[in-house]
């Protein structure tokens, strides 16, 4: 139900923007969060935006970089990620759920991978 994608290859210093389409969920009902997971690493929080017109919040690392927005009409949700670092590099997920709170989200996209390298 949820399907990212956007990511790819970029040099260091460059952007790129995710983008996080549903098909069945309406986004209005649901916060929107982005994830990430390099390999070896622990899946990790990036950003999450909330139910309408509800909260944002980021990640500290991620902070003045990157920026969340929803297009309600379009039923996307976007992570446009700016000044990107080789630490960036990992596989990027968008999930669902009531409230950027919960601790589990109900519904988790494939995932879309970004790699960043010179």
């Known amino acids: 139900q949820l399907v990212e994608s956007g990511g790819g290859l970029v040099e260091p210093g460059g952007s790129l923007r995710l983008s996080c389409a549903t098909s069945g969920l309406t986004w209005d009902y649901y916060a929107v969060g982005w994830f990430r997971q390099a390999p070896g690493k622990e899946r990790e929080g990036v950003s999450c935006?909330?139910?309408?017109?509800?909260?944002?919040n980021y990640a500290e690392f991620v902070r003045g970089r990157f920026t969340i927005s929803r297009d309600a009409d379009k039923n996307v949700v976007y992570l446009q990620m700016n000044d990107l670092t080789p630490e960036d590099t990992a596989v990027y997920y968008c999930?669902?759920?009531?409230?950027?709170?919960?601790?589990?989200?109900?519904?988790w996209g494939q995932g879309t991978q970004v790699t960043v390298s010179s």
């Open positions: 935006i909330g139910r309408s017109r509800g909260s944002i």
């Open positions: 999930a669902a759920s009531t409230w950027c709170s919960n601790r589990e989200f109900d519904f």
